[in-house]
């Protein structure tokens, strides 16, 4: 292989890359009726700015530590935004007594559990660790 072709070929991969990342499927409580939710409507609730869902009923965050590339590939791709915003915004709101954190958890197992059993929950895990225990509002890239 010629030396300009490996350096092409390098450089396309690199590309193309980026593009490449596991999706993640919003899930909810079973009994949760909400069907789909616009990325602004995400920001705002895992940024913990909307308390209740569409009709009413509380709603619970759950996320993954900060440092689970779960977690990052959400917030990047999903929210636009990196883990350290998001947790300067939950920051801000606990030290100024105007708001709460999500629950972090520790696996996507867990996830899958708490949202599961907790009325009002929404949390992400990856596509291959969605059970039949939890609502899914969808893959997204």
């Not at 980026?18 to 079973?30: G, K, R, S, Y």
């Not at 619970?60 to 915003?85: A, E, R, W």
């Not at 007594?97 to 929950?121: D, Y």
Request: proline fraction near 6%.
């Amino acid at each position: 292989m010629t030396k300009l072709l490996r350096c092409s070929l390098i450089i396309g991969c690199l590309l193309i890359a980026p593009n490449l990342v596991a999706a993640q499927v919003l899930i909810v409580h079973p009994a949760n009726n909400t069907t789909e939710l616009s990325r602004n409507t995400l920001r705002a609730i895992f940024a913990m700015r909307t308390p209740q869902w569409p009709d009413g009923s509380p709603l619970q965050v759950f996320v993954l530590d900060d440092s689970d590339s779960t977690h990052t590939s959400f917030c990047k791709h999903i929210l636009g935004m990196f883990p350290y915003q998001l947790r300067r915004i939950w920051d801000r709101q606990v030290f100024s007594g105007t708001g709460t954190a999500p629950i972090t958890v520790k696996t996507e197992q867990e996830m899958l559990e708490r949202v599961s059993t907790t009325k009002g929950a929404i949390g992400y895990v990856l596509p291959e660790k969605v059970d039949d225990s939890v609502k899914t509002l969808g893959e997204l890239l």
